[in-house]
């Protein structure tokens, strides 16, 4: 776990790298949703370079896809692309490498970013897999202002409806979206009754910052049959650096140069603690 | 075999297909009536998903199932699928590129006396400007049922309208003249060329009827295939003729005539007329009484045929 921490420090500074050089991106989410990914494509899901061809495999959807850089940093690192054309190529001219996850590239099953999209299309791959007695399972994740499109709940009757334990949503709890807090601009708590009284199975992941404990949620949402289960993961947006760190206005901030050495000399602090 | 509505036309091949063909799904948003889907439904229910009142939800787990390898045909009214979940359409079937053939029922003022909120007048313009989708508008059941043979087995997205009630056969059921993405000659003439889709097909070939027995031959072409658009067999269809007339249960923006008037102009500039519905909420009425008031039938089409060489 501790090598898996280090990691997603790792590639918080790709992905710096990957924003600062494209001149864009959305660096706040990038950041709040990298150790849900990094505990997924490392530690829970059966995805790899390998398997993605075959139907063996478990599926991924990035609802949030403007997170589009965390999940091209983790891609590369499980060797879908090399890291360096991404790094070079993101955003830039001509580039596969675009600013939301598309499908023509290797380890990518769905575009996305236009929200509310990714739990019905889960749903769907939910039933097709039960349908084909696969043990596939299929996860998402969704940002919290997202929860706002009303095709989330949608999915969400849907997913209750058929009782998909294949299928697990994680929320990014960052408790900031574009315009401000949450709870400003569209108040969304109380998720958990919420999503409960929709029929799933909730887990209320305290640090969703903290592979250990996104781990032990996974594998309790294993072990649940006849509904969907979700993660709600508290995580902080901007998550790695002090001068990002729960600001809105950091939602997709290009960091100026001091501001990216401090960023990185930060990232790289933080990858060293216990 | 007694003539059929097209939407129980699309059920009927479906269970065809179903029978051999496991990966294909029909899914509903409580539209398994209206979409003629109940025998499917009852007769396949593993192969068979409702979704509830909820559009969106519909396409988006159209398209995740066919990502997972399905075959699906997400029936729904014309004016719900091809707007309420434009976007699911446009982000997760075309974009993503996912085996989906989108249904759409009661298509055009099909629900005539229910209003605007049910006809669908824009659903030309809407799914075929999408990059990858592809639009069939099929004149009758016979022609359905040719398209629909080749649909259950291709693997690219698609939007498919059809009408509510049955119609009257443009072809014979042991004849009918069909080559995928290439539209139908239903006549050929030498005066006007009529350019036709869906239900308005038929009338374009009264109207050619008409024209014939007061000595102006027209061509007839049957545009099921809206997209990829024959243009070839539009521009052969405008040379030959002194004006062009398209006809379709549509706005007058950006469908059959749009595309009908872009084609001509560019490649043999000729005289061309839009026949659609109105840019305003229509008549109240039923589709024949509809299509009656905006001249949309065989006389009002060869009327305005008459009009353009006379003028």
């Known amino acids: 776990m501790k090598e898996l921490k280090k990691l997603a420090y790792r590639l918080r500074q790709d992905v710096v790298d990957m924003i600062v050089n494209g001149k864009g991106g959305h660096i706040g989410g990038d950041m709040s949703v990298m150790d849900i990914l990094v505990t997924l494509y490392f530690k829970e899901m059966n995805i790899t370079k390998e398997n993605f061809n075959t139907k063996d495999h478990d599926h991924f959807i990035m609802s949030k896809g403007h997170s589009v850089e965390a999940l091209y940093a983790v891609l590369a690192e499980k060797g879908f692309f090399s890291r360096e054309t991404v790094l070079k190529e993101f955003s830039q001219f001509g580039s596969k490498f675009i600013g939301h996850p598309n499908n023509k590239l290797p380890g990518i099953e769905m575009n996305s970013g236009a929200l509310g999209h990714g739990l019905p299309v889960a749903v769907g791959m939910a039933i097709a897999e039960r349908m084909n007695k696969s043990s596939n399972r299929v996860y998402v994740v969704m940002g919290d202002g997202e929860l706002a499109e009303g095709s989330v709940w949608e999915g969400a009757m849907a997913g209750a409806n058929y009782r998909l334990d ?5 929320l990014d709890r960052n408790r900031l979206q574009i315009s401000g807090s949450t709870e400003d601009v569209m108040a969304l708590d109380d998720l958990h009754r919420k999503w409960e009284s929709f029929g799933w199975h ?19 949402a294993r072990m649940v049959k006849g509904k969907p289960t979700v993660l ?13 760190e729960n600001k809105a206005s950091w939602h997709h901030h290009v960091p100026n140069e001091e501001e990216y050495r401090q960023i990185m000399s930060d990232l790289k602090a933080r990858a060293q603690e216990d | ?20 063909d496991k990966d294909i799904v029909v899914l509903c ?3 398994r009536g209206s979409a003629s889907a109940t025998p499917f439904a009852n007769a396949f229910p593993e192969q068979f998903v409702e979704v509830g009142i909820a559009e969106q939800d519909l396409v988006g787990i159209a398209a995740g199932m066919a990502r997972v390898g399905k075959r ?23 974009y993503s590129h996912t085996n989906v053939k989108l249904v759409g029922i009661s298509g055009g003022v099909s629900y005539g006396a229910l209003g605007m909120s049910h006809h669908s007048a824009q659903d030309i313009a809407c799914m075929a400007s999408i990059p990858g989708m592809r639009v069939y508008l099929p004149s009758d059941c016979n022609q359905t049922r040719k398209l629909m043979e080749v649909l259950v087995k291709d693997n690219e997205p698609a939007y498919i309208r059809v009408g509510r009630n049955a119609v009257d056969p443009v072809y014979s059921e042991d004849n009918v003249p069909f080559e995928m993405d290439k539209a139908t000659w239903v006549c050929k003439g030498e005066d006007v060329a009529i350019v036709a889709c869906g239900e308005m097909v038929l009338y374009a070939k ?19 295939c809206v997209k990829p658009f024959d243009k070839a067999a539009v521009i ?3 040379r030959h003729a002194k004006a062009v007339i398209s006809v379709e249960e549509h706005s007058p923006f950006g469908g059959l005539g749009s595309m009908v008037a872009q084609t001509v102009a560019e490649n043999c500039p000729k005289k061309c007329v839009t026949m659609s519905l109105p840019d305003e909420p229509v008549i109240t009425g039923n589709s024949k009484e509809v299509f009656a008031y905006y001249k949309l039938t065989g006389e009002g089409i060869a009327a305005k045929a008459e009009e353009l060489l006379n003028g």
């Open chain 1, 202 to 220: 909730v887990i209320d992941v305290s640090d969703g910052n903290d592979i250990e404990k996104l781990a032990a949620a996974f594998e309790e």
């Open chain 2, 72 to 94: 699906t045909f997400p029936m729904s009214p014309a004016c719900f699928i091809a707007a309420r979940s434009y976007e699911q359409c446009k982000v997760d079937v075309a």
């Open chain 1, 166 to 170: 294949n299928l697990c949503a994680v």
């Open chain 1, 232 to 244: 709600i993961a508290n995580t902080v947006k901007g998550k790695g650096s002090p001068v990002m």
């Open chain 2, 206 to 224: 009264q109207a050619a009827e008409i024209l014939k027995q007061k000595g102006i031959s027209a061509t007839v072409l049957d545009m099921y």
């Open chain 2, 1 to 20: 075999m007694a003539n059929i509505a097209n939407k129980q036309m699309i059920c009927e091949v479906l269970m065809e297909a179903a029978k051999k």
């Open chain 2, 29 to 31: 948003s409580d539209s």
């Open chain 2, 236 to 238: 052969e269809a405008a």
